[in-house]
């Protein structure tokens, strides 16, 4: 037991089976990397009309985002008890679980009542939100013979950090600290204090993910809450409605936050079909990091005509970073064309290079005899006037 308490990361990570909380090991991403990335959840209400919980719960089912090769989707859904009916709450409860297989949290300010839907989701694992010190005994007790994590809050920072220790203390392990904090401004100064002092204090009874419940109703001024919570250690952000431009933005930040720096999101290094290309389509070149084959791939799309993308293996790097490490030369490219068969394939012989990089050209064309290489633009987004008045 004291080893596996010593090998804990100093946030812990708390397991939902399809998603995790936590595990957190560095303060800033660079040092290594941050490990799981901020869950977004979106609120229903016990009180709301039933066709409108239909509809958030359609929406949130079917609502998947693709960016850059991963598919990214709202993470868990919150049920909120407003109808100040224990038995509206657990229905409500046993009708989401039913309807969606997204991890729930499940939030009363009634002990009672969230014992109740405690019970009535057994089996799943879900967040119980959020025990007070007053609370905490029947609320860790519920949580524990029904194996659900547990919310906790307190007025302060100082009771808080009290009432976790006691908690863990007592033997129950997956907490998650829900700050009583009045700002933004707060929010952001307890989220860093928290983290600084699990990692650099192993301080272990704020060494828990965190939970934030969006209460504004602004979107612009709630965009700016989650995104501070993405940005700075959130581990939990529950959103009070579902707005498909706010949430798509939040993810594409999420995902650039939560990439590891050690790894580029890179795509298989091979030659890929842009539109239905023949053998006397243009053939284009850049990297295999993901970002930057997307944007040229959908470049090449907008601008109307279909072509050959030739994707040599570049470690998952940008194109003047691949250059300069020396894995992007004339000599490795013009060899993996040649490999990758694609000259049996086409009747064309140019190829069109990323403008940044002109200077490999010649030596491009010394590795392909009888190619003849164009240098294209710098800007992937000059691709479709390029190309429209140079190869229409």
């Given amino acids: 037991k004291v080893l596996g308490a010593a090998s804990e990361p100093p946030v812990k990570c708390v397991d939902f089976v399809k998603v995790k909380s936590g595990g957190e090991t560095v303060l800033y991403r660079h040092e290594k990397t941050f490990v799981n990335q901020t869950i977004l959840a979106i609120a229903v209400n016990d009180g709301d009309e039933p066709a409108k919980v239909d509809e958030v719960l359609r929406t949130v089912n079917e609502y998947v985002l693709e960016r850059v090769g991963e598919q990214i989707a709202v993470d868990m859904v919150a049920v909120n008890h407003t109808s100040?009916?224990?038995?509206?709450?657990?229905?409500?409860?046993?009708?989401?679980?039913?309807?969606?297989?997204?991890?729930?949290?499940?939030?009363?300010?009634?002990?009672?009542?969230?014992?109740?839907?405690?019970?009535?989701?057994?089996?799943?694992?879900?967040?119980?939100?959020?025990?007070?010190?007053?609370?905490?005994?029947?609320?860790?007790?519920?949580?524990?013979?029904?194996?659900?994590?547990?919310?906790?809050?307190?007025?302060?920072?100082?009771?808080?950090?009290?009432?976790?220790?006691?908690?863990?203390?007592?033997?129950?392990?997956?907490?998650?600290?829900?700050?009583?904090?009045?700002?933004?401004?707060?929010?952001?100064?307890?989220?860093?204090?928290?983290?600084?002092?699990?990692?650099?204090?192993?301080?272990?009874?704020?060494?828990?993910?965190?939970?934030?419940?969006?209460?504004?109703?602004?979107?612009?001024?709630?965009?700016?809450?989650?995104?501070?919570?993405?940005?700075?250690?959130?581990?939990?952000?529950?959103?009070?409605?579902?707005?498909?431009?706010?949430i798509s933005s939040l993810m594409a930040l999420r995902q650039n936050i939560y990439t590891d720096p050690q790894k580029p999101i890179q795509v298989e290094p091979k030659i890929y079909a842009v539109g239905e290309p023949k053998a006397d389509s243009p053939v284009f070149l850049t990297t295999n990091f993901s970002l930057t084959y997307f944007i040229v791939s959908g470049e090449i799309e907008n601008s109307g005509i279909s072509a050959w993308l030739v994707i040599p293996e570049c470690e998952g790097m940008s194109v003047l970073t691949a250059w300069a490490a020396g894995k992007f030369s004339g000599a490795i490219i013009g060899k993996f064309i040649k490999e990758s068969g694609l000259e049996q394939q086409i009747t064309s012989r140019q190829i069109i290079i990323p403008g940044y990089v002109a200077q490999i050209s010649g030596e491009l064309e010394e590795s392909l005899p009888g190619w003849k290489v164009i240098v294209g633009p710098q800007e992937a987004g000059d691709l479709e006037s390029f190309v429209k008045a140079k190869l229409v």
Avoid at 98 to 122: V, Y
Avoid at 158 to 183: C, N, Q, V, W, Y
């Fill in 84 to 246: 100040g009916s224990a038995e509206s709450f657990v229905q409500m409860v046993k009708k989401v679980l039913g309807a969606t297989e997204k991890t729930l949290i499940l939030r009363s300010p009634d002990p009672e009542t969230l014992c109740l839907a405690a019970g009535a989701a057994k089996g799943r694992k879900c967040i119980l939100s959020s025990a007070t010190p007053e609370t905490a005994d029947r609320l860790v007790k519920a949580a524990g013979e029904n194996n659900h994590a547990l919310a906790i809050t307190a007025p302060d920072l100082d009771a808080l950090t009290t009432l976790s220790a006691k908690i863990r203390e007592g033997g129950f392990a997956d907490i998650i600290l829900d700050f009583a904090t009045f700002s933004l401004a707060e929010r952001f100064q307890v989220n860093s204090i928290c983290r600084r002092a699990a990692l650099k204090d192993s301080v272990k009874a704020v060494g828990y993910p965190s939970i934030q419940w969006i209460g504004e109703t602004d979107s612009l001024r709630s965009t700016v809450q989650i995104a501070t919570e993405v940005l700075k250690y959130g581990g939990i952000c529950v959103l009070p409605s579902f707005n498909p431009a706010q």
